[in-house]
């Protein structure tokens, strides 16, 4: 959670994916969950639960600036 949090500082929307065998959707960690507007997806093998979704955001931090500008040259470097 703490990483997908971190995320948030320059993407639109953060979530963690976790082994719905091991984890529970109990209404405490949705709400852990969605207090920080990250978003949980629960997987079975090839199944997905999406149990919580995340928060839409558009953050304008240096971070998001810096992320944005390496995608363009890498994009640059991979399309000629």
Do not use: M, W
């Amino acid at each position: 959670l703490a990483q997908a949090i971190r995320y948030k500082e320059f993407a639109d929307r953060s979530y963690v994916v976790v082994d719905g065998t091991q984890v529970d959707s109990s209404q405490r960690i949705i709400e852990t969950f969605s207090s920080h507007g990250v978003g949980l997806i629960r997987q079975f093998g090839r199944r997905l639960e999406l149990v919580c979704d995340a928060h839409v955001q558009n953050p304008r931090t240096a971070s998001r600036l810096i992320a944005t500008s390496k995608a363009a040259e890498y994009s640059v470097l991979l399309n000629g």
